[in-house]
């Protein structure tokens, strides 16, 4: 499973980077395979052990805060493994073979 999430602390000021490298922190350490862009972290693995590093995020985020807003998107597979890259290759895929200037 796939699980694209944004996590943040409200009432803490105007500046998120520490609590959310707090929660970047938690997801390196999980060994799951993962990637974070300037909106969302993407986490891969199995239900359980992906919604246990969103919970953990989440926590380690709302110790800059009162109140944490969490966004959170999955994309449910059973089985399926290597989707976080294997996505993007079939839409380049695709993409080459309907764009004349890719080639």
Do not use: I
Request: hydrophobic fraction near 40%; glycine fraction near 10%.
């Amino acid at each position: 499973m796939l699980v694209a999430f944004s996590v943040a602390p409200s009432g803490s000021g105007d500046s998120l980077a520490e609590a959310v490298a707090d929660a970047v922190r938690v997801v390196r350490e999980s060994g799951l395979p993962h990637r974070t862009d300037s909106m969302f972290t993407t986490v891969e693995g199995e239900w359980d052990e992906v919604m246990d590093v969103v919970r953990r995020a989440t926590e380690a985020v709302g110790r800059h805060g009162d109140r944490v807003s969490l966004v959170l998107k999955a994309d449910v597979r059973p089985g399926r493994t290597g989707e976080m890259q294997g996505k993007v290759d079939r839409l380049e895929a695709a993409l080459a073979r309907t764009d004349p200037d890719r080639g």
